[in-house]
């Protein structure tokens, strides 16, 4: 610029003056126009190809040579390699999923620590199990604004781990593991201390958790299938304001369990084939201020069971099948059950309280035989869903035996015209004559 305005003032000496303004409109037009092409350099991206037979051959090499913006294309091959740290914002792409074997690593395969950072298309195996460090597959350490999309996983201790991160995608992905015991295994998608998390669209099979999130508020958890996993599908624990919609949590451990959790909205979930001594579709402990709506419940030991869970709404579900439709404990208060299907359950309800601290409303009972002369689609009667034979093999467990026995059905109808031992004010007031349909 000085060399510019010494060429105008030169030009003036020389007799030119007339053309200075024509000089320094020409002046401003270019650098302007050299303002804009630095400003696009700066902003182009370089690719870097990592193939075996060229001349970046390992992903490690191809991250310390990137700078922040470039992508990465890793083609078809097996690299053997683990402890990747990526520093910097980069783009990694897997063309027909490469393999990134850990070997049995004792440390993670990729770690992020930049922010932006996309990985998409990798085949990411073997990670060693480790009972002093949280080893994954891919692990997003203190970032902001990642994307995990559509990788594979498989046999890696803990699949994709994220922690003090916030506003990252995990979308697609396949996280299959291998555990046996819940001392040995790890989660498929593990999230501690996170914030605004989407995790969408993920199979996670045979972990400890399919997914677990731990201080984790305001993430939406929608359209995965967590199946065959040792301990829960989903767990909560200390997590606010979160969002599950849409997800199958089927032959786990238990399904899902929420704990010490407050504002959880659980939609159009199905909790299917979850068996076992202490096993559940839903498992509710000390959670307040929640709905749970328009789900599915089938052939669980236990559909919902609740354990100081206060100020729920659970409407327009379906509880087909299960062992127990619902356990409530007497520490259970304040919750509204209006609208659902009660279908084909051994026992609907098992409570110890006498349920006057929750509201049964406008349910559809299978098991109910009442009458509705004013044909109103109502009951005339109320339905009592806790039943004498329920409450007996609550103490005594072994008795279950009889359930189909021509006995068991005595007792009942006992009960029914002369209630004794049930609990009095745990009724529905006004039971629907037709399933309501969906």
């Given at each position: ?224 299938l967590s199946e065959n996993n040792l301990r829960y599908g989903l767990h909560f624990m200390f997590s606010n304001n979160n969002t599950y919609i849409e997800n199958t949590f089927r032959s ?131 339905y009592h869903p806790v039943s004498l034979f329920c409450y007996l093999s609550k103490r005594v467990p072994e008795a279950i035996i009889l359930q189909r026995s021509l006995f068991v059905h ?29």
């Amino acid at each position: 610029m000085q060399r510019c305005r010494l060429s105008i003032k030169a030009c003036k000496g020389m007799g030119m003056g007339s053309n200075r303004k024509l000089i320094f409109r020409n002046w401003r037009f270019a650098r302007i126009a050299l303002i804009f092409l630095l400003q696009g350099n700066a902003g182009l991206s370089g690719t870097l190809v990592v193939s075996q037979n060229g001349k970046i051959k390992t992903i490690g090499e191809a991250v310390a040579m990137a700078c922040a913006g470039d992508a990465i294309v890793i083609t078809q091959g097996v690299y053997r390699e683990s402890g990747i740290v990526i520093d910097k914002k980069l783009h990694i792409i897997g063309r027909g999923f490469p393999i990134i074997d850990g070997g049995d690593a004792n440390e993670d395969i990729l770690v992020v620590r930049s922010d932006g950072t996309r990985i998409e298309g990798l085949d990411i195996r073997n990670v060693k199990t480790n009972y002093v460090k949280d080893l994954a597959g891919i692990a997003l350490m203190k970032v902001r604004n990642c994307t995990i999309r559509n990788n594979r996983l498989s046999n890696t201790f803990f699949g994709i781990y994220l922690q003090n991160s916030a506003g990252c995608i995990v979308s697609g992905n396949q996280v299959i593991g291998e555990a046996a015991q819940e001392a040995s295994s790890g989660n498929a998608l593990h999230l501690w201390k996170c914030r605004n998390i989407v995790l969408e669209n993920n199979i996670l099979k045979r972990h400890r958790d399919g997914i677990y999130i731990e201080f984790t508020d305001s993430t939406k958890i929608s359209n995965n299938l967590s199946e065959n996993n040792l301990r829960y599908g989903l767990h909560f624990m200390f997590s606010n304001n979160n969002t599950y919609i849409e997800n199958t949590f089927r032959s786990n451990g238990a399904g899902v369990a929420v704990m010490f959790s407050k504002h959880i909205v659980m939609q159009k979930n199905l909790f299917e084939n979850n068996w076992g001594g202490a096993s559940y579709g839903l498992l509710l402990k000390d959670i307040t201020d929640s709905e749970i709506a328009e789900n599915i419940f089938r052939k669980n030991t236990i559909g919902v069971y609740g354990e100081s869970a206060s100020r729920i709404n659970l409407t327009g579900n379906d509880f087909e099948e299960n062992g127990w439709a619902m356990k409530m404990t007497g520490s259970c208060i304040g919750n509204e059950i209006t609208g659902n299907n009660f279908i084909a359950n051994t026992f609907d309800v098992s409570s110890v309280s006498s349920g006057a601290s929750n509201k049964y409303s406008r349910n559809y009972w299978s098991s109910y035989s009442g009458y509705d002369l004013d044909k109103d689609g109502v009951g005339d009667t109320p339905y009592h869903p806790v039943s004498l034979f329920c409450y007996l093999s609550k103490r005594v467990p072994e008795a279950i035996i009889l359930q189909r026995s021509l006995f068991v059905h005595m007792i009942n109808f006992a009960e029914k015209v002369a209630p004794a031992l049930t609990p009095a004010n745990l009724k529905d007031d006004s039971p629907l004559m037709k399933m309501i349909k969906r």
